[in-house]
Each structure stands twice: as C-alpha cells, then as structure tokens.
C-alpha cells in the first residue's frame, strides 16, 4: 500500500532522528573521555575567571584603603608613614593607582626642592604607554615645568606644541609654559598670540585665563575682543 505525503514525511523525519540517534551515540561512544575532559576543563576554567574576578576585586579594594591610608598620613604631616604604601602603590597593576602614588611622590620630591627627582617621577608617567593619555598628558607638563629653568626653550614649546592648541584640556598649562619659552627665545609676538588664544577660551579655567590676560597686557598685547570682562566675571563667580 503505497504512503501518503503526509506518512511518507513522517517516515522520513523518524529515519533521520534515529540516524542523528545512532551519530550521537556513536560520538559518545568513541570520544566520550575527551567530551567529559572538555566540559571539566570549561568548568575549571570558568571558575579560575570567578576567583580571579573576586581576586581582583579584593586587591583593588586593598589599594584603595593603602592610597588612602597615604593621603590621611600626608594630611596629618606623616611622610615617613606614606612613603611605604605609596612605593607599594607605584607597583601597582592598575593604572589608577600607580599613576596617583607617583604623581604624588613627585609631589613630595618638589616639596623638598628635588626637582629633577620630581621631574624623573613625572617622566616615568608621561612614557607609560599603559595609562590613559590625560594621565600621561599631566605628567608631560609636570615634568616640564620641574625641569623648565634646565631645558632649551625650542624643547619646551615642542614638548608642549600637540597640548597648547584650542580645544585640549592642558590648553591653559601648556600654553602657559609656552609662551614663555617664547619669550626667553625673544618672540613677543609668538607669546602674545599664545597668551591671547588662552585667554579666549572658555573652557580653559577662569584663574588662567585672567593671568593670561595680565601677562599679555604687561607685553603691550591687548587680547581680542571681550576677553578681559568675560573673565573677570567669572572670577567674581567664584
């Protein structure tokens, strides 16, 4: 008697699950070691990345109370006391945390007058391809600064030159310190223009932007616009 459509679908779907049947235990037969060795080795796995994970959380935690700890001795005048967690600190794998304990052993270098100690800090930051570009940004003009009296001026305004553009957070800083490098290379002009691009941008912060005004009026160079009220106006906000 020969099939309808409908049986002869269901005839064939039942050949095919039996086959698929038969492959599986066939699979299971022949290689079931591997297949339980693969599963372990994924639970393992899986929690290797659980402990890590919870690791790494309490090591963060960890650093978080040591980086405090340091700034509470600094705050009470114990830099012998802050000195150990911030050398552990300097170490650390996280970034946040080794860029703000040498950034503030730097600080305490300037605070004994070792500049080139401080400089060396802040330059060991700014080279640290790991951190995150305004980490390595701050350090860059930090250690300019520290160094400035000992550096060319053609050096300053290059280290400076990608930071003192409009637009770049480090524009009041870095722009600061270049137009004064200008001025030692005896281009007023160049410093003047500098001075004024500062004092026109609004982003950059109030207080730099009025001195940028009274260094630019103490060279005879009036900056464009309204620049002056608009920046004393946010001074008196403040």
């Known amino acids: 008697m020969a099939l309808t459509p409908q049986s002869n679908e269901a005839f064939l779907r039942e050949v095919d699950d039996e086959l698929r049947r038969d492959q599986a235990l066939h699979i299971w037969r022949h290689y079931w070691r591997w297949i339980i060795a693969a599963i372990v080795l994924v639970l393992v ?39 150990a967690p911030l050398a552990q600190l300097a170490q650390s794998k996280r970034d946040g945390y080794r860029a703000l304990a040498i950034f503030t ?44 009296d000992t550096l060319k001026p053609e050096v300053v305004v290059e280290r400076m030159r990608p930071l003192a ?9 870095a722009g600061e310190l270049t ?3 200008y001025l030692r290379q005896g281009r007023r002009d160049l410093a003047g223009q ?7 941008d609004s982003d950059v912060p109030a207080t730099l932007r009025q001195r ?25 906000k403040q």
């Open 194 to 200: 500098m001075l004024s691009r500062i004092a026109a």
């Open 45 to 83: 796995a899986f929690g290797g990345f659980l402990y890590w994970q919870h690791r790494n959380e309490e090591m963060a935690g960890r650093e978080g109370e040591q980086l405090q700890k340091a700034y509470d001795d600094l705050q009470a005048g114990d830099t012998k006391g802050a000195s």
């Open 165 to 173: 553009v409009a637009g770049n957070p480090w524009l009041g800083s």
């Open 212 to 236: 940028a005004v009274q260094m630019a009026g103490s060279m005879g160079v009036a900056p464009a616009g309204n620049i002056v009220p608009s920046a004393n106006k946010e001074l008196t």
């Open 105 to 148: 052993q730097a600080d305490l270098l300037l605070q004994k007058n070792d500049l080139k100690g401080a400089a060396a800090k802040f330059a060991s930051v700014a080279n640290d391809g790991s951190l995150a570009q305004p980490f390595r940004d701050l350090a860059l003009i930090r250690q300019t600064n520290a160094e400035f």
């Open 179 to 181: 137009a004064i490098a």
